[in-house]
């Protein structure tokens, strides 16, 4: 039997803390060169909108970076990375069997185990990435939250409830 919880990151790319990034590269060992680059790249940064006829002023850009922008994709993996890295060791540490897949702003949570009860339980225990995220800035959309079963059982499917209201989460009705 496989369990799995997919979940979604509200605002990911305007939620990207620049003052965090520099110290990411710091610790995963960049060349201060590179760190540097990001750190003017991404500090007292402008925008401005423009629609129509009318420019707005200029406004400053303290958080984030831009979606759509080439260096987007590579600044989001490296600030992820270590949210991933924390919450998988996490888990080893609590021997809780539980994979981890992310594409940016989203991300599956998978448990595989003969009862889905003990599955639920892993993905319950996992679910408190939400607390993670929020050291890191970043915010679950709970209301996004979702939970699929998949058995190779020959009969009537019927999974047990995941409860994820105590930690901020949904009732699922499975």
Same mark, same amino acid.
């Given at each position: 039997?496989?369990?799995?919880?997919?979940?979604?990151?509200?605002?990911?790319?305007?939620?990207?803390?620049?003052?965090?990034?520099?110290?990411?590269?710091?610790?995963?060992?960049?060349?201060?060169?590179?760190?540097?680059?990001?750190?003017?790249?991404?500090?007292?940064?402008?925008?401005?909108?423009?629609?129509?006829?009318?420019?707005?002023?200029?406004?400053?850009?303290?958080?984030? @970076?831009? $979606?759509?922008?080439? !260096?987007?994709?590579?600044? /989001?993996? %490296?600030?992820?990375?270590?949210?991933?890295?924390? =919450?998988?060791?996490?888990?080893?540490?609590?021997?809780?069997?539980?994979?981890?897949?992310?594409?940016?702003?989203?991300?599956?949570? @998978?448990? $595989?185990?003969?009862? !889905?009860?003990?599955?639920? /339980?892993? %993905?319950?225990?996992?679910y408190h990435i939400?607390? =993670?995220?929020?050291?890191?800035?970043?915010?679950?959309?709970?209301?996004?939250?979702?939970?699929?079963?998949?058995?190779?059982?020959?009969?009537?499917?019927?999974?047990?409830?995941?409860?994820?209201?105590?930690?901020?989460?949904?009732?699922?009705?499975?």
């Amino acid at each position: 039997m496989t369990s799995t919880l997919t979940f979604d990151i509200t605002q990911f790319f305007p939620s990207l803390n620049h003052q965090l990034l520099p110290l990411i590269f710091d610790k995963a060992g960049f060349d201060t060169k590179i760190t540097f680059f990001f750190h003017n790249y991404l500090v007292e940064r402008k925008t401005q909108y423009f629609w129509n006829n009318f420019s707005s002023p200029l406004f400053n850009v303290d958080i984030g @970076v831009g $979606q759509g922008l080439a !260096l987007s994709p590579i600044l /989001s993996a %490296l600030y992820l990375a270590p949210v991933l890295h924390i =919450l998988e060791k996490q888990l080893k540490n609590l021997k809780i069997p539980v994979s981890i897949l992310s594409s940016v702003d989203n991300g599956l949570l @998978v448990a $595989q185990n003969k009862l !889905l009860t003990v599955s639920n /339980s892993f %993905l319950f225990c996992s679910y408190h990435i939400t607390s =993670l995220l929020k050291k890191f800035g970043l915010i679950m959309e709970h209301r996004k939250v979702e939970v699929f079963y998949f058995s190779r059982s020959h009969g009537v499917f019927e999974p047990p409830p995941l409860d994820l209201s105590p930690l901020g989460g949904f009732h699922s009705l499975a």
